[in-house]
């Protein structure tokens, strides 16, 4: 059982704008500056999109943006392109020096 | 370029042990936390175990505490992973991950550990 509450999945067409959410507690994503967020494609390493909450690295699309408010995350993907698809995960560092992941949202492009 | 090679996954039977090593190369292994982060087959993350710079403070999920070990040697770029009294439930693709969730984050390719009879 995933510490971290995240949807099973999230649809939506080409060019719209989606969000996931991601829930946790005061003892991780509510208090904690390290919130962050992987893209997943199949067969694939997990590639790391948002860090610090709202922060990109280097080279990710501006498409993907992620905010927090209290103890819930969320990551927007805006201009849903087919490459998109794939599954996605959050996660949070917590107040027992330990770090908690999502049970991961698949994204579907329709 | 930097990489992250895991090697030393395999069939282990139920109580059985294996050590992951993690050979980096392309940056300075030696300023950078390290970390262990599994994933069943068809399953979500779970982040495993994370290590210091130097090696002086490791930290660890519940589920394998007392049973993992992560340890580094910076004067070879290796990090390891050693686990002790296998359970089918650690059945997964361990990742090797240089700077997990921050800016330098950077993953290995995995490698396959099963734990059967």
């Known amino acids: 059982q995933s510490a971290l509450t995240q949807p099973a999945s999230v649809s939506g067409s080409p060019g719209q704008s989606i969000t996931i959410s991601c829930s946790g507690t005061s003892s991780d994503i509510g208090t904690q500056v390290h919130v962050s967020w992987y893209q997943q494609h199949p067969g694939k390493a997990p590639k790391l999109i948002i860090y610090d909450a709202n922060t990109r690295p280097p080279g990710v699309s501006s498409r993907f943006s992620g905010s927090k408010s209290g103890n819930t995350a969320s990551l927007t993907i805006s201009g849903l392109q087919a490459e998109d698809e794939a599954d996605y995960y959050c996660s949070s560092y917590t107040t027992s020096s330990v770090y908690v992941c999502g049970p991961g949202t698949k994204v579907t492009v329709l | 370029e930097v990489q992250l090679v895991e090697s030393g996954g395999g069939l282990v039977q139920p109580g059985g042990s294996l050590r992951l090593p993690c050979a980096a190369s392309?940056?300075?292994?030696?300023?950078?936390?390290m970390h262990w982060v599994r994933q069943a087959p068809g399953k979500e993350l779970v982040w495993v175990a994370r290590i210091n710079p130097d090696g002086t403070y490791t930290s660890y999920v519940d589920s394998v505490k007392g049973r993992f070990t992560i340890s580094r040697d910076n004067a070879k770029n290796m990090l390891y992973l050693q686990m002790n009294n296998l359970r089918a439930e650690d059945t997964a693709l361990y990742y090797c991950v240089m700077d997990y969730g921050a800016y330098s984050d950077y993953w290995g390719q995995g490698i396959l550990v099963t734990v059967s009879s």
């Open positions: 392309g940056f300075t292994f030696s300023v950078y936390w």
